[in-house]
């Protein structure tokens, strides 16, 4: 579509259209992200036989994302969003495979693989909150960005509800253990391969460079560039990851030792069943809080400020450490802990998005969104190793403890995202 034949209202009418697909398709994506939260820690603590390991599991996630980001980044900047969403989903179709086959064999090594795979997958999933930015106007920019996001709500928290029946299937068909709610992931991500295939057309970015460089029509289109400020977005939104990625993937191992504790004179397969519920729900409370007030944080990133809310999502952050150190403890303590943590992330990284976007000139864009993303996935797979280890040495509280340090230094150095 060429810039004269494309008007003001096609344009809304493709941006409209481009926000429906984009969120349908997270909503696809959410399943199989929310089992793998769930489940990888517990699988990887299964297979290797040691709960130091379980990190390994969301690092793996986190260091697949962080591999694919800047690739698929340049497939889009490229070919255009339709061909990276695709290329990250067939990824993930190919890790959910290799996952279940590892788990069968139990070979520890190929499951990272797998994990890895589905973690390169949600490196697309990531970034389809940009895709929503390509065609939208500035005021409405943090809105159509958290209406992605918040659409991973859907099925985010599916996902780890998906637990339960899915572990009843998979006995009952002879799947192994902790597998069998993978088989929804696995029917959700060829949904939305398709999705993305067929119905992503025209391709959003690819339509945004059709745009002439001036006039009202275009409003939004920014043209000046604010590398500190970028670079100050890109440091937020990998800080705030990392510190939800860290405690979080330790809690399905931390909730595991509570639960046997609390359960003992039971049969195996009944603490089992108990752990993998309480599990379930926990987890999906947090993506709940990671995906479901998105929209209000998008409205306040718009109306109140990008860096208001970003140091909003760092109060948040700090609530949820705190409950973490007082209440990690108990069951509803992790659970307001993590609620807390998922609502700070979500402030924090969609009005850090939002900044990056309209901080960078339109050739730098795309380059420095998978810069961003890889950052954040890989830090937070760092991350996650480290906290096996400082949850075995120091406890829940003690990670929470470590997890604050990276919240002061986005903090301290907020006065760059004004720069």
């Known amino acids: 579509m060429s810039a004269s034949a494309l008007t003001a209202v096609d344009r809304l009418a493709i941006q409209r259209r481009t926000v429906g697909i984009l969120s349908l398709g997270q909503v696809l994506g959410g399943i199989a992200f929310g089992a793998t939260v769930s489940l990888g820690a517990l699988l990887a603590a299964d297979i290797s036989g040691n709960d130091a390991l379980s990190g390994l599991a969301t690092a793996s996630v986190t260091l697949g994302a962080a591999l694919a980001a800047i690739p698929l980044a340049r497939f889009a900047s490229r070919f255009g969003r339709r061909f990276s969403l695709t290329v990250g989903n067939a990824m993930a179709l190919v890790g959910i495979a290799i996952v279940i086959s590892a788990a069968a064999i139990r070979v520890f090594p190929i499951l990272l693989l797998g994990i890895i795979l589905i973690g390169m997958g949600n490196a697309g999933n990531l970034q389809s909150r940009f895709a929503a930015t390509d065609l939208a106007l500035p005021e409405h920019r943090g809105r159509d960005l958290s209406i992605v996001v918040w659409a991973t709500t859907i099925g985010g928290v599916a996902g780890p509800l998906l637990l339960g029946p899915g572990e009843r299937i998979g006995h009952a068909i002879g799947m192994p253990v902790h597998t069998g709610s993978y088989l929804f992931s696995l029917v959700a991500q060829v949904a939305a391969f398709a999705l ?39 440091f937020a939104i990998a800080g705030s990851h990392v510190t939800m990625a860290s405690v979080m993937a330790m809690t399905p ?29 926990t987890i999906a409370m947090h993506v709940a809080g990671m995906y479901g007030l998105s929209p209000v944080f998008g409205i306040l990133a718009d109306r109140w400020g990008r860096l208001r809310t970003v140091l909003l999502g760092q109060a948040l952050l700090v609530a949820a450490m705190c409950f973490a150190m007082l209440a990690g403890e108990t069951a509803w303590g992790v659970m307001v802990a993590l609620i807390l943590l998922g609502l700070g992330w979500s402030a924090a990284t969609v009005a850090g998005a939002a900044l990056l976007t309209e901080a960078s000139a339109p050739a730098l864009r795309t380059r420095r969104q998978g810069r961003s993303d890889s950052l954040m996935s890989l830090s937070a797979a760092g991350g996650a190793v480290l906290a096996g280890f400082i949850l075995g040495a120091f406890s829940y509280a003690g990670l929470a403890i470590a997890a604050l340090v990276v919240v002061i230094a986005i903090v301290l150095l907020s006065p760059l995202g004004k720069r």
Request: hydrophobic share 50%.
């Open 196 to 234: 993305y295939l067929i119905a992503l057309r025209p391709d959003p970015l690819l339509v945004s460079r059709t745009l002439p460089e001036t006039g009202s029509f275009t409003a939004g289109v920014e043209r000046v560039d604010r590398p500190i400020a970028a670079r100050y977005a890109i």
């Open 253 to 281: 191992v931390h909730l595991s030792h509570m639960a046997m504790s609390g359960m003992s004179g039971m049969s195996t397969a009944a603490v089992e069943m108990n752990v993998t519920v309480l599990v379930g729900v």
